[in-house]
């Protein structure tokens, strides 16, 4: 099993009386792909914006290859793809696509790789903010893509998507994944996720119920309820429901 | 393959995209032109009718300035762009990446704050230069009627009209990136503008530290800059207060912060401004760059009154609304702090108009002492000439020998020709093609 790339130790942030993540504890191993799974609510997007360092957290620690990790260390090995966000609205896919790659340090050789694997180039010509949620759903995944940070989180990378488009999205990150990149991403809609993930981590009103493979699930949740027995196509779902 | 562009010149040319994208922008460069138009045409007009065009008699001496006739006027329009246009260019270009989520992604790359708000402010500079272009059509134009342009006042107003825009700049960024929603910022920003005007108004019914105040606000200083003189002390507390705000809008960027510690940090950099500040108002060297030297006494009562050593300690008997102080202010102790090392001026007064202490026996007085045991002297008389005589007086010199460096003006009987169809027709329909233009090269 490898080290750890990033250790997320006991991690507690709270909005004022509204604890939104409790002593939240998990890691991420380099070059899996590792689901966030929980519902609305649950602490997904939080987590990931203190992974990113885009909120401030209350307590606990976050270690990267075993080392606290510093503002430098994140903005040179972490990229974060928030979800709901339209950046950059009057600018052109084109343009933003390569604004992405050379602002943040990325391969402008990538480019067009990821727009046909991401069936973007009919849209390149577009503005970010005429395109329709799905669309700049997979806009925003290909600017992710082509950052070249080694660890990418991703919230909800599958939201606004169809059916056919969500299959090729995962498909796409799974590849991407396996050049050697890092992804966490979160996702609320657990058949995408077990479709995708290596890994999984379900987080439920704040609190990490569970953490490991599907596997290792099935079989803890069969451990803490022995009247368990989860219909193969709704492993991932049964489990959650058995574990949160 | 990676760029060969840095992320900051990245992050300029974005800044500028955005901004080529920002009707706001398009507004302010469409008004601009016939804001400094109707200025323009109406100065340029009553300048020429003063000047003897029409068949009216000729006017003579200071109202000939250029400076005074044309340049102050013209550029007033301008001071109305920065204070009512500028702000929601540069809300929308700070506020727009919070807005879209767009900060997120940026921030994540290890480039200081200090360069991205730098990036920001390098673009709105650059907008507001060009948004200034009216400006300097009016400036060819008054040239091609043979008009006079004395470069180095016409310089000063520049740099006010700059440092008026900074000061925009600055504050309307701070004010995007701590509030929450562009249209409190733009509240914020305005709110603050109009607070400046409430100093001034109490400066000038109070008097006191308010009158001290009331010389740094954005319309004091840009109205010392159209006279031609600039003040060190006012440029450096532009530069620091412009220099503030952008600290304060770059310590609002830091997201991952938490709220309590940018806002200690903008407070400890507020006081050491303010310290900055306050130290700076003790600095007196300044230039009168007016081709009329409207801000100076004669060369030769200068040369006088440099050699006088002694301090120079006033007391005047006059209330803060009192025209007669207004006038002993702005034409003899504005200059007198310029070329005497000590001035200590003190004003006397139970009220601020000074109607109801008329009957006072003191009341009208200005006491004037030379050194610290000198024998004070009262004159109640308050133009330039009785002033220095007193003073001279005190200091046993002999008045200088009246010189001929009399400024005589430049006249000049000429309408403004084509300007209306510059500032009301070509201006507005280059804006229009240019936006056009843009908005179809950018997709």
């Known amino acids: ?244 | 393959m990676r760029s060969r562009k840095g992320p900051f010149l990245w992050l300029v040319e974005k800044e500028w995209r955005e901004l080529l994208s920002s009707r706001a922008w398009w507004v302010l460069l469409a008004v601009s032109g016939p804001l400094v138009g109707v200025s323009f045409i109406s100065a340029v007009r009553t300048y020429a009718e003063l000047s003897g065009y029409g068949g009216g008699t000729e006017g003579v001496g200071e109202a000939f300035s250029p400076l005074v006739g044309v340049w102050a006027p013209t550029f007033s329009a301008c001071e109305l762009a920065a204070a009512f246009l500028l702000p929601f260019v540069a809300i929308r270009v700070v506020a727009g990446d919070r807005q879209s989520g767009a900060m997120k992604l940026e921030l994540q790359q290890p480039l200081s704050v200090l360069w991205r708000i730098g990036a920001k402010a390098l673009v709105l500079g650059a907008a507001w230069l060009v948004a200034s272009a009216p400006a300097a059509i009016a400036i060819l134009l008054w040239r091609s009627y043979g008009g006079a342009v004395y470069p180095p006042e016409l310089g000063a107003v520049l740099l006010g009209h700059m440092l008026n825009a900074g000061l925009t700049i600055a504050l309307a960024s701070a004010a995007a990136s701590v509030t929450d929603h562009p249209s409190t910022a733009a509240i914020v920003t305005l709110s603050v503008t109009v607070g400046t005007w409430i100093v001034n108004f109490i400066a000038a019914v109070q008097g006191g530290i308010w009158e001290r105040a009331a010389g740094y606000t954005p319309t004091a200083i840009v109205a010392q800059f159209q006279h031609g003189l600039v003040r060190l002390d006012v440029v450096l507390i532009s530069l620091a207060l412009i220099a503030l705000g952008l600290a304060i809008a770059a310590i609002g960027m830091h997201l991952g912060v938490p709220a309590r510690t940018r806002a200690a940090e903008s407070i400890v950099l507020g006081a050491l401004t303010a310290a900055v500040v306050f130290a700076c108002t003790f600095l007196t060297p300044s230039w009168d760059l007016s081709e009329n030297r409207m801000n100076s006494f004669r060369r030769s009562d200068e040369a006088v009154l440099r050699q006088i050593r002694q301090p120079l300690r006033i007391v005047a008997h006059l209330a803060a609304e009192d025209p007669r102080r207004v006038d002993l202010e702005q034409k003899v102790f504005s200059k007198l702090r310029r070329v005497m090392p000590r001035v200590d001026v003190r004003y006397v007064a139970a009220t601020s108009t000074g109607l109801f202490e008329q009957a006072s026996a003191h009341y009208g007085e200005v006491w004037y002492r030379l050194g610290e045991n000198g024998v004070p002297s009262m004159n109640r008389i308050t133009t330039v000439e009785s002033v220095l005589e007193t003073i001279y007086g005190l200091a046993g010199v002999e008045p200088p020998v009246e010189s001929g460096d009399i400024f005589r003006g430049h006249p000049l009987a000429v309408p403004p020709r084509r300007a209306a169809a510059v500032f009301y027709g070509i201006w507005p329909a280059v804006v229009v093609a240019g936006a056009v233009f843009i908005w179809r090269r950018q997709s």
Request: aromatic share 6%; hydrophobic share 45%.
């Open chain 1, 1 to 244: 099993m490898p080290e750890p790339m990033v250790v997320v130790d006991r991690l507690t942030k709270a909005y004022g009386r509204l604890t939104a993540l409790a002593e939240v504890s998990l890691s991420i191993r380099a070059g899996e792909v590792l689901g966030l799974i929980g519902p609305n609510g649950a602490g997904k997007t939080t987590l990931f914006e203190c992974l990113a360092g885009v909120l401030p957290y209350d307590a606990g620690e976050i270690l990267l290859d075993g080392a606290p990790l510093t503002g430098e260390a994140r903005t040179s090995r972490i990229f974060y793809m928030p979800d709901g966000i339209a950046p950059w609205p009057s600018q052109t896919l084109k343009w933003t696509l390569d604004y992405a790659a050379g602002f943040f340090g990325g391969s402008a050789a990538a480019i067009p790789g990821i727009v046909r694997r991401l069936d973007l180039g009919p849209l390149l010509g577009s503005r970010i903010g005429t395109l329709s949620k799905g669309q700049r759903k997979r806009a925003l995944l290909a600017v992710g893509m082509l950052t070249p940070h080694p660890l990418l989180l991703c919230d909800e990378p599958f939201d606004g998507l169809d059916l056919r488009q969500t299959r090729e999205v995962g498909a796409a990150l799974r590849e991407h994944a396996a050049a050697g990149r890092t992804l966490f991403l979160s996702i609320h809609q657990i058949p995408d996720a077990a479709r995708v993930c290596d890994r999984f981590v379900l987080l439920s009103a704040g609190r990490v119920c569970a953490e490991g493979t599907l596997d290792e699930l099935i079989h803890r949740a069969r451990t803490l309820h022995p009247e368990h027995s989860a219909h193969p196509e709704h492993q991932l779902e049964d489990v959650f429901l058995a574990l949160t």
